[in-house]
């Protein structure tokens, strides 16, 4: 797909009207309703993320050492062992939160600072959002963002990586994923790349799932981040590296 077109195609299931998305490339008046929508496309996966880490064994196991602890080791006292355990409670729920509200800023801070600077001004780079008019008004319900990279083992051949994938919550299952990443796709051919790669957590499911039925294959599984280390370790949640030859 060119940077240059639009793709337009009716989605049902958003109002009692099929409404028309447009895909096309972001402009500068995006930049409130972006920011929003990657926002909360990031920090609705704080609360899944808390529940995930609690029901892990070693939590589990961690959390009866505080509360049965508490108890023994304060006389049996109601309140401390409340205490105990909620302050454990809220250490993970911490976690969870400066997790990704942590990514969040980050991004805001580097290349979603300049959109336009960071993704417009490079060929091999793109950004795009995906706007329909709801009630009288246009509004952003996705976006994806492709910066081209240099493919170190391949005699400088380029590869494209995905970022910003977000679809907004008032627009799921409508298949606007798909359409997102088959934008993004399109481009990465057109430009001659030679696969798409990009990154997810473990605790996005239906992401992990929507890459795998696509064609990505899962080539790396890690726990680097620009979180410190015990943060990422108490969220007990990964990082999934997978990519598509194209």
């Known amino acids: 797909m060119s940077e240059s077109r639009a793709d337009h195609q009716p989605v ?13 490339r972001y402009q500068p008046s ?29 939590h ?16 049996q006292s109601v309140v401390l062992t409340l205490m105990s355990g909620g302050a454990w409670i809220g250490l993970v729920y911490f976690c ?16 979603m600072q300049d959109i336009p600077g960071y ?10 959002v995906a706007e329909a008019e709801m009630n009288g008004r246009p509004q952003i319900l996705g976006m994806v963002a492709v910066e081209g990279k240099n493919d170190p083992g391949s005699d400088g051949k380029k590869y494209g990586e995905v970022y910003r994938m977000i679809v907004s919550s008032s627009c799921r299952r409508a298949g606007l994923g798909k359409r997102l990443a088959k934008t993004a796709e399109d481009f990465c051919r057109e ?12 605790t996005q499911k239906a992401a ?13 599984v ?8 015990w943060i990422v370790w108490m969220t007990r949640a990964t990082i999934l590296t997978m990519e598509k030859n194209i």
């Open 96 to 111: 969870c939160h400066e997790f990704y509200s942590g990514y969040v800023r980050a991004r805001l801070n580097t290349d």
């Open 12 to 24: 049902s299931g958003l109002t009692e009207h099929p409404v028309h998305i447009v895909i096309r």
């Open 191 to 202: 430009r001659g790349f030679s696969k798409i790669e990009l990154s997810t957590t473990s």
């Open 60 to 75: 589990i196991t961690v959390s009866l050492f505080f509360y049965i602890g508490a108890y023994v080791m304060g006389g």
């Open 119 to 128: 993704y417009l001004s490079n060929p091999d780079n793109c950004f795009w």
């Open 208 to 220: 992990v799932a929507l890459y795998f039925k696509l064609g990505f294959k899962l080539i790396l």
């Open 30 to 58: 995006d930049r409130e309703a972006v920011v929003r929508v990657f926002r909360e496309g990031i920090e609705e996966h704080i609360n899944p993320a808390f529940m995930y880490a609690m029901t892990r064994p070693l």
């Open 222 to 229: 890690h726990t680097r981040s620009e979180n410190l280390q």
